[in-house]
């Protein structure tokens, strides 16, 4: 799409449903990794990124389906450990697949989601934690190659609040061997509804939403079964758009 013309001076009028929220969906279903079996994610939006997701699923041997905003992951064990550029380079959440490939089968190779320009948004936030649970990686031609026997728990403090270094480390942390302290972490509403749901999986996790979280790791999780929360950004978009026109605006599936 080239191009979008407004023809504004109207009022909206009506009642609108809100998506699910991206954000939250991404790191849920990467967490599926993190157990075989069949998982079900409820209130999933129809977005490119989520296309993405299923093909860097698929590429690692999960079977994926949908009905209606329901999907479906199978997780079956990966024949390839490798994330490739071609797929997460349309996507940089790809490297969400990181912590829970190393924990669950002890490697993972994801590429860099600038190839081997690593760009003005470096992940080392997601990288040096996994060291400090004891993964060994290395970085080159344009990919993150991590190893692991066993990740072990440890206090983590991030250098600032980052959503997707606190979603990484708090799925990898998950089949850790002990306790990890997570300390100022990212407090955003998919942080909590990623904790729900590990939870929801067998995950003993605690503190979410504050900027300490607790994860005492498990030997094993069990396949999800979770509602993605709705998106605040779209809801808030649709209110103030009403709002702004002098509309009846009705937005439903807030919360």
């Known amino acids: 799409m080239d191009l ?3 023809n504004g001076g109207k009022p909206l009028n ?7 929220a991206k954000n939250a969906a991404l790191p849920l279903l990467f967490a599926s990794l993190l157990a075989e079996g069949e998982h079900s994610f409820d209130n999933v939006p129809f977005l490119k990124d989520i296309e993405s997701t299923e093909l860097l699923l698929n590429h690692l041997n999960c079977e994926t389906w ?5 999907l479906n992951v199978r997780v079956s064990p990966p024949d390839t450990m490798v994330a490739p550029y071609d797929i997460v380079r349309k996507m940089r959440a790809s490297i969400l697949c990181l912590g829970p490939l190393l924990a669950r089968y002890g490697e993972a190779k994801v590429s860099l989601p600038g190839g081997c320009a ?6 080392n936030l997601h990288i040096e934690p996994l ?13 993150v190659h991590a190893t692991a026997n066993r990740l072990v728990g440890d206090r983590i ?3 600032f609040a980052t959503v997707g270094g606190t979603e990484n480390i708090m799925m990898a942390a998950s089949l850790c061997r002990g306790t990890t302290v997570l300390e100022n972490v990212a407090k955003e509403p998919e942080i909590v509804d990623l904790a729900r749901c590990l939870r929801g999986m067998g995950a003993r996790i605690e503190g979410e939403g504050s900027s300490v979280i607790t994860v005492e790791g498990v ?4 396949p999800a079964n979770h509602h993605v929360i709705p998106d605040r950004i779209e809801a808030g978009t649709l209110l103030l758009a009403g709002a702004i026109t002098g509309g009846d605006v009705t937005v439903t599936n807030c919360f």
């Not at 009506?14 to 699910?20: M, Q």
């Not at 993964?135 to 344009?142: D, F, P, S, T």
């Open 157 to 159: 403090v991030f250098d």
């Open 66 to 70: 949908r009905d209606g905003a329901r």
């Open 219 to 222: 030997d094993e999780l069990r």
């Open 14 to 20: 009506g009642s609108v449903v809100t998506s699910g």
């Open 118 to 123: 690593i760009g003005s948004r470096p992940i």
């Open 4 to 6: 979008i013309t407004i």
């Open 131 to 143: 060291r400090q649970l004891g993964a060994e990686i290395e970085i080159e031609n344009g990919y």
